[in-house]
């Protein structure tokens, strides 16, 4: 069975501090790991990522795969407030499901 | 930027009502999903729909859910006996190829 783990399962951290975000993966003929922001309804699109080594950037956040270790984190810089929100990490084979993680919520305080 | 529409946004039925989601993929992707998220739980695969028929099922998807694309551009789920743990958010999501899935806002169904 397909199986995600993300860690930490929560996190609280002040304006401005830099998180990372790590998630692991046991997928059947993996493809394609993502990354999304959940806030109130539905995900919404960060990155995917399909090669190792790889970083994708976009804004403050960043991310990189893995493949030897089945892993991938997500990188925040200079958090704000606006960036508290369910982090959920999927990974799948193709043009098949994704299974999810349980996500991590993170909280930015000011 | 293009969108996965999904209606209604909350749905509320009686225990072993019949209930319809709606969604309408973006245009030119050709793979559909169900997902569903109970609340406080993780986002968990439900159906994949490909060239008119279900390439993939979780054990979830029994005989009381059904999927369809009725007029090539809505894509439906459909539950024939609503249960008290059906209620979830109901996410439809489309995918061009190998690229990123796009979700859709959800459906909060909500069974009484």
């Known amino acids: 069975e397909d199986k995600v783990v993300q860690s930490p399962l929560s996190l609280v951290v002040h304006e401005g501090d830099t998180v990372t975000l790590n998630c692991s993966y046991e997928?059947?003929?993996?493809?394609?790991l993502l990354w999304y922001k959940q806030e109130k309804k539905a995900p919404t699109f960060l990155f995917m990522l399909?090669?190792?080594?790889i970083e994708k950037k976009s804004g403050r956040l960043s991310s990189i795969l893995d493949k030897k270790e089945l892993s991938s984190i997500l990188n925040i810089t200079a958090t704000q407030t606006g960036d508290s929100a369910i982090y959920l990490c999927?990974?799948?084979?193709?043009?098949?499901?994704?299974?999810f993680g349980t996500g991590t919520k993170l909280q930015v305080i000011p | 930027e293009p969108e996965v529409t999904q209606t209604p946004s909350h749905q509320v039925t009686q225990m072993g009502q019949e209930v319809i989601l709606r969604c309408v993929p973006i245009?030119?992707?050709?793979?559909f999903y169900w997902y569903r998220q109970i609340l406080g739980q993780k986002v968990e695969f439900l159906v994949s729909?490909?060239?008119?028929?279900?390439?993939?099922k979780s054990e979830i998807f029994d005989d009381q859910f059904s999927v369809e694309r009725p007029d090539g551009s809505n894509f439906t789920l459909k539950i024939r006996s609503t249960k008290l743990e059906d209620s979830a958010m109901y996410f439809c999501?489309?995918?061009?190829?190998?690229?990123?899935?796009?979700f859709g806002s959800g459906t909060r169904l909500t069974v009484v």
């Open positions: 999501a489309s995918r061009e190829a190998l690229y990123d899935y796009t």
């Open positions: 999927a990974a799948g084979g193709g043009y098949q499901k994704v299974t």
């Open positions: 245009s030119n992707h050709l793979y």
């Open positions: 997928v059947t003929n993996f493809r394609s």
């Open positions: 399909t090669s190792s080594g």
């Open positions: 729909f490909y060239n008119n028929e279900i390439s993939e």
